[in-house]
């Protein structure tokens, strides 16, 4: 058993080394695994994916903590679920990389579910970035958001209260030219076509950071002023 665990870690990394290189059209690569018996998790260290034959060598996705456990709070309701940290997570969508393959065959999302081995019901994203980049335009394009918060939980509709849309997500960030994020809503992920009532607002920001995007795409430069947007989405059946 000493040794099992001792080699617990090695065995876990080379299975998520594994899993990942399954993916199609993608390559990624774990650095190091912490497992942590006494709370049924482990700790995931600098993950990282990317295209194959992507033209640069910016992760795709960039993942510098990932903790995996067991819900306990859920055990005494019944399931069995899981609860994923975030820690720094990053998602770059560099536009010549993602233009390479459109084909929809590449389906890197449910091959990192695999990494988790029962149903995700607590989801929480601490300090991270999300960024649409494009290098062919010049002056280069990086509409991002930055210190992105998120909590989503009851995903698997472990706590029920004959609500319709037992899920809750919640989330701020930053965007460019310093606006406020806000989104909050509800939903029903065990649909196979969820059912949703999510808001989404954009505060305060600086127009001006918008121009090297809406001259590109639009030929439409700002001077001065604040930019604005607000949007609710509803799905059912």
């Known amino acids: 058993l000493i040794v099992f665990r001792l080699l617990l870690p090695t065995i876990v990394k080379n299975y998520v080394n594994k899993t990942l290189a399954n993916i199609p059209g993608y390559y990624g690569h774990v650095e190091d695994i912490d497992i942590s018996l006494w709370r049924g998790a482990y700790v995931i260290h600098k993950l990282s994916i990317n295209k194959l034959d992507a033209g640069t060598q910016v992760p795709f996705v960039n993942l510098y903590r990932t903790d995996i456990s067991v819900q306990w709070n859920s055990l005494f309701k019944g399931s069995i679920v899981s609860e994923i940290y975030l820690l720094d997570p990053e998602l770059i969508y560099v536009l010549q990389d993602m233009q390479v393959d459109e084909s929809g065959d590449d389906d890197w ?20 970035k ?46 460019i030219g310093n606006g406020r994020v806000k989104m909050n809503g509800k939903m029903n992920l065990v649909k196979q076509i969820p059912d949703m009532d999510i808001s989404f607002s954009l505060e305060d920001a600086s127009i001006t950071a918008f121009n090297d995007f809406t001259n590109h795409y639009a030929g439409i430069d700002f001077s001065e002023g604040n930019f604005n947007i607000y949007s609710e989405m509803a799905i059912a059946d």
């Open 109 to 128: 999302t449910k091959l990192l579910t695999d990494l988790v081995p029962i149903d995700i019901n607590h989801l929480q994203i601490i300090d991270g």
């Open 130 to 175: 999300a960024a649409f980049v494009e290098f062919t335009t010049s002056p280069n394009i990086d509409l991002n958001l930055n210190n992105i918060e998120l909590d989503a939980n009851n995903l698997k509709n472990v706590v029920l209260d004959e609500r319709e849309l037992p899920s809750e997500v919640n989330a701020t960030a930053t965007s």
